[in-house]
Nanobody
């Protein structure tokens, strides 16, 4: 059983930066494909980006060029570096993991509880 814990969310001004962490325990971290999702109040959960076991990354168009996902298998941790933050980035950010190939949110095996990012104008 893998447990995922997000951290790093806080209130930040527009244009600022934050780095979120997703720490994993249990399982073999390097075996998992990892994904960041977010959900704004009153909206559906959306894909932010993902990192494959090979560390290849993919991003939603809305964050491409501003957000960067990395993983440190030695520390069992995935990171989401967020730059040039906008008010529309305000959301609860979740990390998720799967032993399989990424096939959308429904295919993820494990989820964290989320961390809140608030971007003020």
């Amino acid at each position: 059983q893998v447990q995922l814990v997000e951290s790093g969310g806080e209130l930040v001004q527009a244009g600022g930066s934050l780095r979120l962490s997703c720490a994993a325990s249990g399982g073999t971290f390097s075996s998992y494909a990892l994904v960041w999702f977010r959900q704004a109040s009153g909206k559906e959960r959306e894909f932010v980006g993902r990192i494959r076991r090979s560390s290849t990354t993919y991003y939603a168009d809305s964050v491409k060029g501003r957000f960067t996902i990395t993983r440190d298998n030695a520390k069992n941790t995935m990171y989401l570096q967020m730059n040039s933050l906008k008010p529309e980035d305000t959301a609860v950010y979740y990390c998720a993991a799967t032993l399989g190939n990424y096939d959308g949110a429904s295919g993820m095996d494990y989820w964290g509880k989320g961390t809140l990012v608030t971007v003020s104008t």
